[in-house]
């Protein structure tokens, strides 16, 4: 492949999927809103945690969407997965920024809410695991951490750029504008992911792995059967490496402004700020750390940060809890080096670990398995576990006990690739 090429794939990849997680995020950044539009109670905290039920509905059908875009990408090519999962988000995304309330539309409007946002949770199924095996397969061996570490990069922006979004509606338009119309335009902007699967279609060449792997038939139709034959041990480990990645991001990069401006009572545009900053270090953090995977081995870094959460999460979140905006700043700081530094390398890793004809599929159960079950329940879990107990050190628990899980998986799991020109460390 041209270096021309390999630019023009990464770069569309990349902006492929800043628009899909810019979609994808916009929900959890806008939950309060959302709440009090399609689920009006006299209880905040009821309408909170209902509007994260709905978030969370997106994540319990990736694995539906993981299984169906994996078994199009490991037979059918990358490159037609990835077409698809984008076009099917955009356009949920912008009939949610369309929908009536439930004032003006009843008990169709929150019903409508969660089938646009399970649509979006089909597309999120097949598209970041597509993303960083069509980009690393594109990619040599020796630089395949870097690669992988881009494609995350892209998708943090997508969130950085929703998270910039919200903070610049919440400074623009006062609360009830805010409320009535204004966070409706970031969702319609959203349509504008629609031209980037044009564009792959038409422009961007297929993985050369995958096309390799097809000159020389297996007779395996059904890559799902080969995964829970020869490499379910390497699944099971490969999700408990992948939870402390959802995790860790969902609970401190989107659920974190709700539990400041919730639970804390930090006005909006400074809980919106700080988290937009602390986005920016987790996105730069994630390209260094991926590019050091390259020349130290992907588990070395992803245990030295495995190890960060462990020891600094408690005394880190007791910070954040002195409701000081100075506290708050440093203390999600140094956290988002630790979530960028586990960040970078895993998508290398994941590559790695399964062979290429079932490579889709595998790392699609991978995200999709864990995405759901630690990322998209965790504002949910995190905002009834502090009603039920009262403790606002819940959040902390949880992640240092996640941690502590994926440090151990990170040691265990294996590389299996077997198109590599050199022995990765680790």
């Known amino acids: 492949m041209s270096k021309r090429s390999l630019i023009r794939t990464v ?5 492929g999927n800043l628009f899909e997680f810019y979609d994808f995020a916009l929900f959890g950044y806008f939950a309060p809103i959302i709440g009090k539009l399609f689920f009006p109670s006299d209880d905040p905290t009821v309408e909170l945690i209902s509007a994260f039920g709905v978030f969370a509905a997106g994540f ?42 439930y004032n003006q539309m009843g008990v169709m409007a929150p019903i409508l809410l969660v089938t646009m946002r399970m649509l979006q949770g089909l597309s999120m199924g097949g598209n970041y695991s597509g993303s960083i095996t069509f ?25 950085l750029l929703g998270s910039a979004t919200a903070a610049l509606f919440a400074k623009i338009f006062n609360e009830s504008d805010l409320h009535s119309f204004g966070w409706r335009i970031p969702f319609l902007l959203g349509v504008l992911i629609c031209f980037v699967g044009v564009y792959i279609r038409r422009k961007v060449d297929e993985s050369p792995e995958f096309l390799e792997e097809k000159k020389n038939p297996t007779g395996i139709d059904h ?19 992948t939870m402390l990645h959802d995790l860790s991001f969902y609970l401190l990069f989107v659920y974190m402004t709700t539990y400041l401006t919730s639970v804390l009572g930090i006005a909006e545009d400074i809980a919106f700020s700080i988290n937009t900053v602390n986005l920016v270090v987790v996105t730069i953090v994630t390209v260094i750390s991926a590019w050091l995977s390259d020349k130290w081995g992907r588990k070395k870094i992803l245990t030295a940060s495995a190890i960060l959460f462990v020891i600094g999460t408690i005394p880190l979140m007791t ?45 699609a159960l991978t995200t999709n398995i864990s995405g759901p079950l ?53």
């Not at 770069?11 to 902006?15: D, E, F, L």
């Not at 077409?83 to 949610?96: D, E, K, R």
């Open 11 to 15: 770069s569309t990849s990349m902006v």
């Open 135 to 159: 980009v690393t397969e594109h990619t040599d061996p020796k630089k395949r951490g870097l690669m992988g570490g881009f494609a995350v990069a892209s998708c943090l922006t997508g969130l």
């Open 223 to 241: 890559p799902l059967k080969e995964i829970g034959a020869k490499h379910k041990s390497q699944l099971i480990l490969a999700v408990g490496c």
């Open 319 to 363: 910070m954040v809890n002195t409701k000081s905006t100075g506290d708050i700043f440093v203390a999600q700081l140094i956290l988002a080096i630790a979530v960028g530094g586990y960040f970078g390398p895993i998508p290398a890793l994941m590559i790695e670990a399964f062979p290429t004809r079932v490579r889709f599929s595998a790392s």
């Open 374 to 426: 630690f990322g998209g329940t965790a504002p949910m879990l995190m905002t009834w576990l502090i009603s039920k107990t009262g403790s606002h050190m819940m959040p902390a628990y949880y992640l240092t006990g996640v941690a502590i899980i994926a440090l151990v998986a990170v040691q265990f799991i294996k590389n299996v690739s077997k198109r590599h020109t050199h022995k990765v460390k680790g």
């Open 60 to 101: 319990i059908v990736r694995p539906i969407g993981g299984l169906v875009f994996g078994h199009i990408g490991d037979l059918f090519g990358r490159k037609r997965a990835l077409v698809l999962a984008i076009l099917l988000m955009a356009i949920p995304t912008a009939i949610i920024g369309m929908l009536p309330s």
